[in-house]
């Protein structure tokens, strides 16, 4: 169990992410000795100390591709440049966010309200570059999505969006293992709690490995566009539970009940489906197969989209080829109807 008390570690810094985000950046002694170096990419402003040279330039190499692909995916483009702050000791990282003192798993913060990500160097050095992207893209969706819904999604569904965004890697089995854990054990967090204040960085072993699990089952029913329209009603919706029944046409209420229906099978396997990184044409195949075309076309827009934004080649070609035979089908069937 030592990688899930790795990860549960590491989750519990994000406490002050949401809550308090203007209170993080207060400097101390320790971060006014440093002398900050600029180094700019097209998206962000890379701060680093003498010393860290190697490290920005590491950074500079791959930030602004996790920028453009993700503000493709929300339709959302996040005005720039993005800050990305590397702090190169825990004494000065710890000045503005002191949770670092007494979590060893923190490694990075985002502050929504200052359009800034801050890393603590360090902690990154046994990560794999997968793992280094990886929190790159939890704390720029973070902002994304904060940006997108008006500030006004709750921290639930911003930690299971984050999570959702991320490449899947060795935490997910992880995940999956503490949440079948609370079901078997009844102590699965309602969506009201679990949106709730700061409980679901209380609870992190229930409340993060349950955010993903819903969010992994809107976008398999509903498909991640509607998630994103569902981010941005947040912006004009007096509250989370009118914008989920105006994005998906049914009250709140019920789309909780069907996610806990669909949870066994999530548990069973189905978390490893994940529409940006392991795409499940499966349904789309089915209603190829039933003649369904005009529903399959429909879909497979959406699909193509995502596939092709995150370069999932194999799985692209096949839907190209679906979308395909969904259009002859339709095109079949006209000219049945016409002669």
């Known amino acids: 169990m030592k990688s899930t008390a790795r990860w549960l570690a590491a989750v519990l810094f994000l406490v002050a992410l949401l809550l308090a985000p203007g209170a993080l950046h207060a400097q101390g002694p320790d971060e006014q000795a440093l002398t900050w170096h600029e180094q700019s990419t097209t998206h962000f402003a890379i701060l680093y100390p003498e010393g860290e040279e ?12 996790v920028y453009d692909n993700l503000t493709t995916l929300f339709d959302h483009r996040l005005e720039t440049p993005v800050t990305l702050r590397l702090y190169p000791t825990l004494a000065a990282y710890e000045e503005i966010n002191p949770l670092a003192g007494e979590v060893k798993g923190v490694i990075a913060h985002a502050q929504l309200g200052r359009r800034e990500i801050a890393v603590l160097v360090p902690r990154t050095a046994n990560l794999s570059d997968e793992e280094v992207i990886n929190n790159i893209r939890h704390e720029l969706t973070h902002l994304i999505i904060g940006d997108l819904s008006g500030d006004r999604l709750p921290v639930g569904f911003h930690e299971g969006v984050a999570q959702y965004i991320e490449r899947p890697g060795r935490d997910q089995a992880a995940k999956v293992e503490l949440l079948r854990q609370a079901r078997e054990a009844k102590r699965l967090l309602s969506w009201s709690q679990l949106n709730a204040g700061s409980t679901v960085y209380k609870n992190p072993e229930i409340g993060y490995s349950q955010a993903v699990s819903i969010v992994s089952y809107l976008v398999n029913v509903y498909g991640f566009d509607r998630l994103v329209e569902f981010i941005r009603a947040l912006r004009t919706s007096p509250g989370y539970r009118s914008a989920l029944q105006a994005t998906y046409g049914v009250p709140a209420d019920q789309l909780e009940r069907a996610w ?7 548990l069973d396997g189905r978390w490893q489906v994940n529409a940006l990184w392991a795409y499940d044409l499966g349904p789309l195949r089915a209603l190829v197969a039933e003649g369904a075309y005009a529903s399959a076309e429909s879909q497979l827009g959406e699909a193509i989209r995502l596939l092709e934004t995150s370069q999932q080649s194999d799985v692209l070609g096949e839907a190209r080829h679906l979308l395909a035979l969904s259009q002859r089908g339709q095109d079949a069937g006209e000219a049945v109807l016409a002669a």
């Open 54 to 65: 190697a490290e920005a330039a590491r950074y500079a190499t791959f930030v602004d591709q």
């Open 260 to 266: 806990l229906d669909a949870l066994p099978a999530y």
